[in-house]
């Protein structure tokens, strides 16, 4: 079983920085590829960015290239999500997933779900 859980979602000013992070844990070894998904109010659920579980490549969502980052973090079976240049368009629910299928924008990839972070952008 892995769980996931993220962190660092709250209230941000149009233009202003984010970084999010979840925390993977439990059977890690299971983990090939790691992903951000983010539903808005009344939206579909939408690709973000994807990452390998070693951190070596990466994909973002070409409509969120130039403002939104994927890497690992600095502590252990951490994965963050760097956003910047917040418009009000990227408030919702931001969710980390994991899966085995590489840098695969498909949610039904992804076999672990965390519980997700809010991100409120607005002035």
């Known amino acids: 079983q892995v769980y996931l859980v993220e962190s660092g979602g709250g209230l941000v000013q149009p233009g202003g920085s984010l970084r999010l992070s979840c925390a993977a844990s439990g059977h890690t070894y299971d983990i090939f590829n790691m992903g951000w998904f983010r539903r808005a109010p009344g939206k579909e659920r939408e690709f973000v960015a994807a990452i390998t579980w070693s951190g070596g490549d990466t994909f973002v969502s070409d409509s969120l290239k130039g403002r939104f980052t994927i890497s690992r973090g600095n502590a252990k079976n951490t994965f963050d999500l760097q956003m910047s240049s917040l418009k009000p368009d990227d408030s919702g629910w931001y969710y980390c997933?994991?899966?085995?299928?590489?840098?695969?924008?498909?949610?039904?990839?992804?076999?672990?779900w965390g519980l997700g972070t809010q991100v409120t952008v607005s002035s």
């Open positions: 997933a994991s899966g085995r299928k590489l840098l695969t924008p498909d949610p039904l990839d992804y076999s672990t």
